[in-house]
């Protein structure tokens, strides 16, 4: 199946996530695949600059504090981060696809919370924290342990630091009082699922916006994150009829399967 991909996403994007595959769960990994989602529409990307981006932040932060100060640590990087490049949701154009390029974000300084809680944690681990994202239904966050205690961290709303419970009523304030909680829901999110969300989330710009073949594209850097869900690849197949290339895609399946080896 996979052999007769790309057909709609830019083959530099879909070469770079496929490439990082076998390495999905450490931080280089993640910055190059979320580098690859962007790369769709910028295939002139190169992800050593948002590298070092990243870590030109991370040195200025640094530099404030002397010695191992956990507390110092975490509040010179809310002021950099929050405060002085004034990182924080677009509220204003939510559904732009940029809010999901995590190079964009860097730019402007918006996004979507996945893509703000993305920058937070590479920033915070490369500070020594521990770091993780948090996929609650509807809004994602950023977890972070400080001296042992774990907070949750609202990169969308300038940084804010909540407990469960606040983030409980976050939830209520989205689909209503009646929203089923857990503390399941604030369970580390693995670097595949964070992924997948984000291109959920283009996924669905993209498909209210009409634009098939890049919800095809989308759909293609999904199915490299989960190769054996049928239900993918028949989505694909969908979208392709719905563009006229569902023809050539089966031809070029037909073609990979007889393939020796």
Request: hydrophobic residues 40%; proline residues 6%.
């Amino acid at each position: 199946m996979i052999a007769s991909l790309p057909m709609c996403c830019s083959p530099q994007a879909f070469e770079l996530l496929a490439s990082q595959i076998p390495t999905l769960n450490s931080p280089d990994a993640m910055l190059q695949c979320a580098c690859a989602v962007a790369m769709h529409e910028h295939p002139g990307l190169d992800p050593a600059s948002v590298d070092t981006t990243i870590q030109s932040f991370t040195d200025t932060i640094r530099s404030r504090v002397h010695g191992h100060q956990p507390q110092a640590l975490l509040a010179h990087m809310h002021e950099f981060l929050f405060e002085e490049q004034n990182f924080a949701g677009n509220t204003l154009d939510y559904y732009n696809p940029s809010n999901s390029y995590l190079p964009n974000v860097l730019q402007t300084k918006l996004g979507l919370p996945i893509t703000l809680s993305m920058v937070y944690r590479m920033i915070a681990e490369r500070l020594g924290f521990r770091s993780w994202g948090v996929g609650l239904p509807g809004h994602f966050m950023s977890g972070i342990e400080v001296e042992g205690k774990p907070l949750l961290v609202d990169a969308f709303a300038g940084g804010r630091i909540m407990t469960a419970s606040e983030a409980h009523d976050r939830m209520k304030e989205i689909f209503g009082a009646e929203i089923e909680w857990s503390d399941e829901l604030l369970k580390p999110a693995s670097n595949r699922h964070w992924l997948t969300r984000m291109l959920q989330n283009l996924l669905n710009i993209f498909g209210s916006a009409g634009q098939y073949t890049n919800v095809a594209a989308m759909l293609e850097m999904e199915i490299l994150l989960w190769p054996e869900q049928t239900r993918l690849q028949r989505d694909l197949a969908l979208v392709l009829a719905r563009i006229g290339l569902s023809t050539r895609f089966c031809l070029a399946r037909t073609l990979s399967r007889r393939q020796p080896g």
